[in-house]
């Protein structure tokens, strides 16, 4: 099955956008996550869980979807592939660190490790917006023109 670039695209958009909105609840909890409330560390804790387990299914999304297209779509396909493989590692060993944080017995620290990741999230989807995943990139109709093209 193939998939139009058009479609590839909304598809990795609206899952960013679900990130987004997942990483907004949990950054407007880490005050009161760092000033030691029990109820507010234990509901972020989870949902941070809920959005790894997220984000991980998405990156592999992108790389089952995303990664082929790009491979073999302009002269840059190749270093957007080596761009995104070498994102991606790194998310994954972040994402596996995180995972693994004891948010109780430190909540301050928990909390600037998790903002510290949801910058970097942020600024890595708006990165990929802006290169990979701009209409100019993933365009439907690619038109050859020139003298031979009638
Ligand atoms: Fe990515
Ligand atoms: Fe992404």
Redesign the pocket.
């Known amino acids: 099955m193939s998939l139009e670039h058009s479609k590839i695209r909304r598809i990795?958009l609206v899952e960013?956008e679900g990130l987004r909105i997942g990483m907004r609840g949990i950054e407007s909890k880490l005050e009161l996550v760092a000033s030691g409330d029990v109820a507010a560390i234990k509901d972020t804790h989870h949902a941070l869980q809920s959005l790894l387990e997220s984000f991980i299914r998405?990156i592999e999304h992108?790389e089952r979807i995303l990664r082929p297209v790009l491979q073999t779509i302009d002269a840059w396909g190749p270093a957007r592939v080596a761009s995104m493989d070498e994102e991606h590692t790194t998310q994954r060993k972040q994402v596996t660190r995180l995972a693994q944080m004891d948010a109780v017995s430190d909540p301050a620290k928990w909390a600037r490790e998790v903002r510290t990741f949801a910058t970097e999230l942020l600024a890595?989807?708006a990165d990929?917006e802006k290169t990979c995943l701009s209409p100019d990139v993933l365009r439907d109709d690619i038109i050859a023109v020139g003298p031979d093209s009638e």
């Open positions: 990795i960013h998405h992108e890595d989807m990929e």
